[in-house]
């Protein structure tokens, strides 16, 4: 049984920097794939990164050089540091985890069998 819970979502204004984080409990997450999902209202919900099997860090195109995926296996947690927000980033933000997933599933949010709960990110002017 895994629990995870994402914190650090706000408003920004166009160029902001915020800070997601996820707490994972019930069992040690180092080895398991952790991702990030976001999803816009009415939108699919939408690959933003994620890290192999605790390992090789992945980036979709349209967020790659804005945003930072790691993890700190002394806390459990995996953390997504964003900049340069733009209005496109503005979305419900999904913390995923899966223990078995392959490289080529990562990027389909289907493929994950625990999620969180979502926080909310704003980027407005």
């Known amino acids: 049984q895994v629990q995870l819970v994402e914190s650090g979502g706000g408003s920004v204004q166009p160029g902001g920097s915020l800070t997601l984080s996820c707490a994972a409990s019930g069992r040690t997450l180092n080895r398991w794939t952790m991702a990030w999902f976001r999803q816009a209202p009415g939108k699919e919900r939408e690959f933003v990164a994620a890290i192999f099997r605790g390992s090789h860090s992945y980036y979709a195109d349209s967020v790659k050089g804005r945003v930072t995926i790691s993890r700190d296996g002394t806390k459990n947690t995996v953390t997504l540091q964003m900049h340069s927000l733009v209005s496109e980033d503005t979305a419900v933000y999904y913390c995923?985890?899966?223990?078995?997933?392959?490289?080529?599933?990562?990027?389909?949010?289907?493929?994950?069998?625990?999620w969180g709960q979502g926080t909310q990110v704003t980027v407005s002017s």
């Open positions: 995923a985890a899966d223990q078995g997933i392959i490289l080529s599933s990562i990027w389909t949010s289907r493929n994950y069998d625990y």
